[in-house]
């Protein structure tokens, strides 16, 4: 089992840049890859970025490519969301989770983060 836990949202001015976090307890932290999703009200679940268990490898969706990066550090049981030139598009819940294959589909995750909000005015 796999809790995490999402921190560092707020609210950006458009331009801006924000970075979220997730921190994951118990020890197998480094065997998942790990992907943070996004929703807006009104709106599906998207997928943002993904990483493999040993972050070599990413995945990124195409809206987001260019300004945001994902990155892991396994000694902190944590993923990182960088983002930059942040667009009030961008302003959702964004979501952690913890499965196989860096994949951008959700349903390939097996744990959840709570969620952290990310509000970005114009």
């Known amino acids: 089992q796999v809790q995490l836990v999402e921190s560092g949202g707020g609210l950006v001015q458009a331009g801006g840049s924000l970075r979220v976090s997730c921190t994951a307890s118990g020890r197998t932290f480094g065997y998942y890859a790990m992907g943070w999703f996004r929703q807006a009200p009104g709106k599906e679940r998207e997928f943002v970025a993904a990483i493999s268990w040993n972050g070599k490898s990413t995945n990124y969706a195409d809206s987001v490519k260019g300004r945001f990066t994902i990155s892991r550090d396994n000694a902190k049981n944590t993923v990182y969301l960088q983002m930059n030139t942040l667009k009030p598009d961008d302003t959702a819940v964004y979501y952690c989770?913890?499965?196989?294959?860096?994949?951008?589909?959700?349903?390939?995750?097996?744990?959840w983060g709570q969620g952290t909000q990310v509000t970005v005015s114009s």
């Open positions: 989770a913890a499965g196989g294959g860096y994949s951008s589909r959700w349903m390939e995750y097996d744990y």
